[in-house]
């Protein structure tokens, strides 16, 4: 009975996620106006936004105009359903279980924005990271961390994580960028690690960097061949995305294959 709650709620907030993609990144209010179809203005009625059915019933068109749904909406939909979901499989129904929702709905509107704003070469040269999502889940890291375990400890421990979340990533790209003299990771991607260590504690970031390398090393060089273009301004910070997502499903799992493979055991 739970596991359906959570994956509806999911579901209709990742209704809302989708909002928050389309606009945030274009400094558009997120509360008004309602939304309309992109190809003929037509005002999408309520019951035109129910996620996914309405995407099926409407057979992926503007009931208006016909035009194409993007893909996009029912997808984003669907990853924040399982996302619940799985965070109530693993997580039972308690203050973690809180943490654990927005921490994965963070990163995943910040996945999702960091890779569409890639594709819309037309306004954006990279993927863009809207500061608003990782300063406020910074802030929010904090809280929820001493939501679940109050105490000092906590506090330092989420503190430390921001400090060397924003380090790890930041001072390679500042090297990188004083011998080459080219821009190498954007600050999105410096405050994305800050916001993960803000909810995780630094503990856990070399792996999830280690991780999203790997990921984006297997991506990357298919779709660099794939576009012929080597300087193809593939975002980071999904790939941390889904490495952080990997690791709060499969953590455990990867330390002892990690220990495991390294010192026999
Ligand atoms: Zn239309």
Redesign the pocket.
């Known amino acids: 009975m739970y596991s359906i709650i959570f994956f509806i709620l999911g579901l209709i907030f990742g209704s809302f996620m989708n909002v928050l993609i389309c606009r945030l990144p274009y400094g558009k209010s997120i509360v008004y106006p309602s939304s309309s179809?992109?190809?003929?203005?037509?005002k999408i009625r309520f019951y035109e936004n129910i996620p996914i059915l309405s995407y099926i019933f409407l057979k992926g068109r503007?009931?208006?105009?016909?035009?194409k749904i993007s893909i996009q909406y029912p997808f984003v939909e669907l990853a924040t359903g399982f996302a619940f979901l799985f965070a109530y499989k693993y997580f039972g129904v308690s203050v973690l279980t809180l943490k654990m929702i927005v921490f994965l709905y963070l990163l995943l509107v910040i996945a999702f924005t960091d890779f569409f704003t890639s594709l819309d070469s037309d306004n954006f040269e990279c993927g863009v990271i809207p500061v608003v999502l990782t300063r406020g889940g910074i802030v929010l890291g904090v809280i929820l961390s001493l939501m679940v375990a109050p105490g000092l400890k906590t506090f330092l421990d989420s503190l430390i994580g921001i400090l060397v979340g924003g380090l790890i990533i930041w001072l390679p790209g500042f090297i990188y960028q004083l011998i080459t003299k080219k821009e190498g990771m954007g600050f999105g991607d410096v405050e994305l690690l800050a916001m993960i260590g803000a909810f995780l504690g630094y503990k856990p970031l070399f792996l999830i960097l280690m991780l999203s390398s790997i990921f984006g090393t297997i991506i990357g060089i298919p779709v660099i061949l794939i576009k012929k273009d080597r300087n193809f301004p593939l975002p980071f910070g999904p790939f941390i995305s889904i490495a952080t997502i990997v690791y709060i499903f499969y953590g455990d799992f990867l330390v002892n294959l990690y220990l495991n493979t390294m010192f026999g055991g």
């Open positions: 179809c992109q190809t003929c203005g037509h503007c009931s208006s105009c016909k035009t």
